[in-house]
């Protein structure tokens, strides 16, 4: 099943967001979940709050440490342009 994107809150954490999306997917234990890019940083969050079977990364990546220096620099680059 695919859900939404809820609209993400101000101050609000990659895990606190994480939360609230796998509240609204209804995710159980046992579970399989996954996510592509950003979808894939959610589900490992909502997996560290709950008990899947697995978790599915498409496109994603498990830590910012794995990030490439280009995807870092684009980062840092977001952080700097007005929202």
Same mark, same amino acid.
């Given at each position: 099943?695919? @859900?939404?994107?809820? +609209? ?6 990659? #895990?606190?967001? &994480? %939360?609230?999306? !796998? %509240? &609204? !997917? ?9 996510? !592509?890019?950003?979808?894939?940083? @959610? !589900? =490992?969050? %909502? *997996? $560290? =709050? /709950?008990?899947? #079977?697995?978790?599915? =990364?498409?496109?994603?990546? $498990?830590?910012?440490?794995? =990030? /490439?220096?280009? &995807?870092?620099? *684009?980062? $840092?680059?977001? #952080?700097? /342009? +007005?929202?």
């Amino acid at each position: 099943r695919v @859900i939404e994107w809820l +609209p993400h809150r101000d101050s609000e954490s990659l #895990r606190e967001y &994480a %939360a609230r999306m !796998a %509240a &609204a !997917a209804k995710i159980e234990d046992g579970d399989i979940i996954g996510g !592509a890019s950003m979808g894939g940083m @959610i !589900a =490992l969050e %909502a *997996a $560290r =709050l /709950t008990q899947p #079977r697995g978790v599915i =990364l498409i496109g994603s990546c $498990r830590s910012p440490d794995v =990030l /490439t220096q280009q &995807a870092r620099n *684009a980062v $840092r680059l977001g #952080r700097l /342009t +007005p929202h």
